[in-house]
């Protein structure tokens, strides 16, 4: 949603939800969002009157804690489902975690009189859960969204309307590790009185690992040009573009949560340029931009002339000058990209081989010791370094 959308949404996270017999510090049931006079997540599912399930539901999230051991705050989390899909319980819950900032949905699963939750996807933005509109669930029989009360239709990847129930679509032909778009048609509303015609999403895969959310925002389409081809897995490599920047909450680096690069929106790609190694057929040199909750961050995507594997850089963050260490097998690359103006040089250690030189771009040789490339640039030098060790 837009910045005035959001606004105009009020989350009151101190009333309860309307359940009988919920007890006091029982979850409430729904969420108490608004969009005007519209309640955006009510008490959905079939059990969701069920006070006993309610209380089972509770007891699993109190006892949950996050990859940082964080807990859930109950009084201002709530159950957005609860009820039984494909012949098992289901409950789905918006969780705040304000210890680390972030908000999780949590995917919980009936197991006897108990419930355990079965996975966990974190939302960085606090209340960013909560303001979206289509939330992934994982189940036996494939992948299900669950929609807000403003979304009047769902169209699959096939570009058919998804069925739902309570909320619930029905399966869906997710691959494992390959995008495709899922598109909203928003109702009109007090914070969208036009409503929204195609809000589109990218499901990266159902190959998307927890805690990783697998949703993208691709308003423009443009994610959906910039990842046609490339293995979503790959991309959420520990090495590759999506996780490659580990997260820091407060002093310490904190492996377990969302990586600081995992994307969120703006996913794009522009060409930078070929190089040609060993005499063979120029590889193209692609950036892949996107935007994270630390900002925005981008790659290099390097792509054979015959066809092979692509390659990819880690992920950098945005800088006058962009560096990207690019493993090609058997001639690892340095690649050096900023926006070239008459006023900026380029300057590179002694002895340096550049495989491509020109105004905002040179690749090179990666070093086999650290490295240090500077950027004269508007009266200020920038200094990055690359080379074995990685930086």
Not at 230 to 244: I, Q, W, Y
Request: charged share 20%; hydrophobic share 35%.
């Amino acid at each position: 949603m837009t910045a005035t959308g959001l606004s105009a949404l009020l989350v009151a996270v101190t009333a309860c939800g309307p359940v009988a017999e919920r007890r006091p510090r029982d979850l409430r049931v729904g969420y108490d969002s608004m969009d005007g006079s519209l309640t955006v997540w009510p008490p959905r599912g079939s059990l969701a009157e069920d006070s006993a399930v309610t209380a089972a539901v509770t007891e699993a999230v109190r006892d949950w804690r996050s990859p940082v051991d964080d807990r859930v705050h109950l009084p201002s989390s709530g159950i957005l489902f609860s009820g039984e899909v494909g012949g098992a319980p289901l409950a789905l819950v918006a969780a705040s975690v304000p210890g680390q900032a972030a908000s999780w949905l949590l995917q919980l699963t009936g197991d006897g009189d108990r419930y355990v939750v079965s996975h966990a996807t974190e939302y960085t933005d606090p209340g960013y859960l909560v303001y979206s509109d289509v939330l992934p669930v994982q189940t036996a029989d494939g992948r299900r969204y669950l929609t807000s009360e403003r979304v009047r239709r769902l169209v699959g990847p096939n570009g058919r309307t998804l069925s739902n129930t309570d909320g619930l679509t029905a399966p869906v032909d997710v691959p494992r590790c390959q995008a495709v778009t899922v598109t909203a048609t928003l109702r009109s509303t007090e914070s969208l009185p036009r409503g929204r015609s195609a809000d589109r999403l990218l499901d990266l895969g159902t190959g998307t690992a927890n805690p990783r959310y697998p949703l993208v925002r691709d308003e423009s389409g443009s994610g959906k040009r910039a990842l046609a081809g490339l293995d979503t897995c790959l991309l959420a490599g520990e090495e590759a573009p999506f996780g490659s920047v580990v997260r820091r909450i407060g002093d310490r680096n904190a492996p377990q949560s969302v990586p600081a690069s995992w994307p969120k929106a703006k996913l794009a790609v522009r060409t930078l340029g070929e190089v040609a190694l060993g005499g063979g057929e120029p590889a193209e040199l692609d950036q892949l931009t996107w935007e994270t909750a630390e900002g925005t961050m981008s790659a290099v995507v390097y792509r054979p002339a015959d066809g092979g594997p692509v390659v990819l850089s880690p992920a950098d963050r945005t800088n006058p000058l962009q560096v990207y260490e690019v493993p090609v097998p058997g001639q690892p690359l340095v690649v050096l990209s900023w926006r070239s103006t008459k006023d900026t040089t380029l300057s590179v250690p002694p002895k340096t081989t550049r495989l491509v030189d020109r105004p905002g771009l040179v690749v090179v040789p990666r070093p086999d010791r650290t490295e240090t490339f500077s950027l004269a640039a508007d009266e200020k030098t920038h200094y990055r370094s690359a080379g074995s060790p990685r930086r």
